[in-house]
């Protein structure tokens, strides 16, 4: 019975016993420390134990190379490199006697604790290894689950390891030992297939011995081009979880400056990190996505319109996708204008209730637009991105002196967002053909960016591809690619006062040309429905920002009802309030206003 069990649930226990009986035939470290055989720490001398094996397994100290080994020179200090940080790390929590736990991993090997084993002293660390592979068996364990890598997954995971663990030896050792579980469940890169390489890991841990547990929780997207690589990557993510974790308790930004350690960008990007529990309690997770972006883990962070952060692979799964790019500064009537330009011409039923519009989706040429797509499988989103918070500039002033962002600014203007109803982007894309790139790595469906004419002339300037060796026509050969759209809301010409639209509009002379293909080959198309009184109006997004500034009521009628009562009553963007006229009954006077009156697109 146990031989049809283990090839599916691979089990391995270990105790302080073991490794004393088993001490001279440890693991070897491959590669990297040759005959390097499990230490045996006691009494005081083991500081200085832990400082000579961790210099070690750093190279500083090289055991002798017996002769029957062959190591390939090349790529051998490479090697080391790589390795060492992470040995060392797996190598700390070992030897630290309050440290004692689970790690159960699905899929991708049993790379994490692969680690913990091969650098020595497990067994003061480990008390149960397992990897359930199939499904029958990790359903028997973890109970019954529609899809394996998911949150939801390594949740369970991690709440039966750990109440197992904590429950089986907290009368034996519960006094002196800070229990933890690690788990992770992946799915890596397939035989035969161009599949999504992603996982979710986490780690549910005592700070200290009796104490309530904490729980970091990561999704991350594997980059490697093949299986085994990526196994490599996941092992050293892991272990960077849990030792900083374990080492770094409560302190959330030092776990996330740790996470990427042996690691880079070409190989893991981590897009999710959640942190919860005792120690935990002040944790924004807002703040922990822009840090992600922020510092280059990952390229963009979702979040939902509560502002809980998303997994792109699920937010954006079989949906059109329909987003405007901005600062927000805040979410203007014009911004609302351009989404419901837009929407008019890209939703079958732009009201949202499933009913066929009468507009013929034609334009003033005759060629019939694209087809169609329904509301309820479209996610709107309202893009921002880091590189114009910190590089733009911005009158409200995001940044602080060190060039980085303000958390307390940025969670106001996610707040304000959040009125809408709709999903943020966090980006820290420059180019449109980047975004594009995100949004068509998980969506397969319709894509349509709403801008306005001043970012289309943007986009049509050859400084902004100077870089590339292709410049401006690799810049849009990368763009039409993706086969989207660019629905452009008209402007006023400054001089002239006369009305600019997407097939009027006139760019650098040299470039003319190629803005005229793409325009005919029905890549950008006018958005028709528009407000005249907006159109009017000076820079609207300059006049709002200004406005809040100064402390003058003129932004008032420039934003959507709600947008407006959300900036009072939580005192956003640095607005300054000022004594409202009382009813008999106390209460405010409400005030509308004719543009504010303006329908929206109703969220969905």
Request: hydrophobic share 35%; aromatic share 8%; with cysteine.
């Amino acid at each position: 019975m146990h031989s049809a069990i283990l090839p599916s649930a691979e089990v391995s226990f270990s105790s302080r016993s073991t490794a004393q009986k088993h001490a001279t035939s440890a693991p070897q470290f491959p590669r990297l420390v040759p005959n390097c055989q499990g230490p045996s720490f006691s009494g005081s001398n083991t500081s200085k134990q832990l400082h000579s094996v961790t210099q070690l397994a750093r190279g500083a100290v090289r055991a002798p190379r017996p002769r029957s080994m062959r190591v390939v020179r090349a790529g051998a200090d490479q090697i080391e490199s790589t390795f060492s940080k992470t040995a060392a790390k797996a190598l700390e929590v070992n030897l630290n006697p309050n440290w004692y736990g689970v790690l159960a991993e699905i899929g991708a090997g049993q790379e994490v604790a692969r680690w913990f084993f091969r650098v020595g002293a497990a067994a003061g660390t480990i008390a149960k290894s397992i990897s359930a592979y199939d499904m029958t068996i990790s359903d028997a364990i973890y109970g019954k689950a529609d899809r394996y890598v998911t949150r939801d997954r390594v949740q369970n995971m991690l709440d039966y390891e750990y109440l197992q663990c904590f429950l089986t030896l907290k009368t034996a050792r519960g006094k002196d030992t800070a229990f933890f579980a690690f788990a992770d469940t992946v799915v890596a890169k397939a035989f035969g297939r161009d599949n999504e390489c992603h996982g979710w890991l986490g780690i549910k841990y005592q700070s200290r011995p009796g104490s309530e547990p904490n729980t970091v929780m990561i999704h991350c997207r594997m980059l490697d081009s093949t299986a085994q690589l990526q196994q490599e990557a996941l092992g050293i993510l892991g272990v960077n979880l849990v030792h900083g974790s374990l080492s770094k308790a409560g302190s959330h930004y030092q776990v996330l400056a740790g996470l990427m350690d042996d690691l880079s960008r070409a190989r893991i990007e981590v897009d999710l990190v959640d942190f919860s529990g005792p120690d935990y309690k002040g944790v924004d997770k807002r703040c922990v996505a822009l840090r992600l972006v922020e510092k280059g883990l990952c390229d963009a962070a979702l979040f939902s319109p509560s502002g809980n952060l998303q997994i792109p692979q699920e937010a954006l799964y079989k949906k059109n996708v329909l987003i405007t790019r901005g600062r927000f500064r805040p979410f203007t009537l014009l911004h609302n204008d351009m989404l419901i330009g837009a929407a008019s011409q890209f939703f079958c039923d732009p009201d949202g209730t499933g009913v066929l519009s009468s507009q013929d989706f034609v334009g003033e040429s005759g060629d019939a637009y694209t087809e169609c797509v329904y509301r309820d499988d479209t996610l709107v989103l309202l893009e921002l991105t880091t590189r114009d918070m910190m590089e733009g500039g911005d009158l409200l002033d995001w940044t602080n002196r060190d060039g980085g962002i303000q958390e307390e600014s940025f969670i106001q203007r996610i707040e304000a967002l959040s009125t809408m109803g709709y999903s943020v982007l966090l980006s820290n894309y420059r180019r449109y053909f980047s975004l594009a790139s995100y949004l068509s790595t998980f969506s397969k469906e319709s894509i349509v960016i709403s801008m306005g004419i001043p970012s289309v002339r943007e986009l049509f300037k050859e400084k902004h591809y100077a870089d590339l060796d292709g410049g401006i026509l690799e810049g849009f050969g990368r763009l039409l690619k993706y086969d989207l759209k660019l629905y452009v809301y008209p402007t006023l010409d400054e001089e002239t006062g006369e009305l600019v639209t997407a097939e009027t509009l006139q760019v650098e002379a040299k470039v003319q040309k190629l803005y005229d293909y793409i325009r005919e080959r029905g890549t950008i198309l006018p958005i028709n429905d528009y407000s005249q009184e907006l159109l009017s109006q000076d820079d609207v997004h300059k006049r709002v920002a200004e406005s809040i500034r100064s402390g003058t009521e003129d932004w008032e009628k420039l934003v959507p009802n709600h947008v407006r009562d959300q900036i009072k009553r939580y005192h956003l963007l640095g607005y300054r309030s000022r004594p409202a006229p009382k009813l008999s009954n106390g209460s405010a006077v409400a005030q509308h206003t004719k543009a504010q009156d303006r329908p929206q697109l109703v969220p969905k």
